[in-house]
């Protein structure tokens, strides 16, 4: 499988940016999708998941009610909708294929990733 995210930019605090990954090479109808982020000298975290059809999604708390996570099944594509940003949303972005274990979500295949920088 491979993944394409894009998107990314700079905005300012309160600003809104769309994240889309495009997948190829698998069956994207089958996939959990989600997405992380990895801020300098920080790890990778979890941001958002979204089942195969759409219908769960799972978020982190730091990213509740401000970003809203999307797929369309036709175009092989996730989205990432991020309103209301903050400063502390600046990291690089990554897409990915991902499961849940019971305790974390972790990623089985990645995209590129997608910087994005939250000015204040």
């Known amino acids: 499988v491979q993944l394409q995210a894009s998107g990314g930019g700079l905005v300012q605090a309160g600003g809104s940016l769309r994240l889309s990954c495009a997948a190829s090479?698998?069956?994207?109808?089958?996939?959990?999708m989600g997405w992380f982020r990895q801020a300098p000298g920080k790890e990778r975290e979890f941001v958002a998941a979204i089942s195969t059809t759409g219908g769960n999604v799972w978020y982190s708390d730091s990213v509740k009610g401000r970003f809203t996570i999307s797929r369309d099944n036709a175009k092989n594509t996730v989205y990432l909708q991020m309103n209301s940003l903050k400063p502390e949303d600046t990291a690089v972005y990554y897409c990915a294929v991902v499961r849940w274990d019971g305790r974390i979500w972790s990623g089985r295949y990645w995209g590129q990733g997608t910087q994005v920088t939250v000015s204040s």
């Open positions: 090479g698998g069956t994207f109808g089958t996939y959990f």
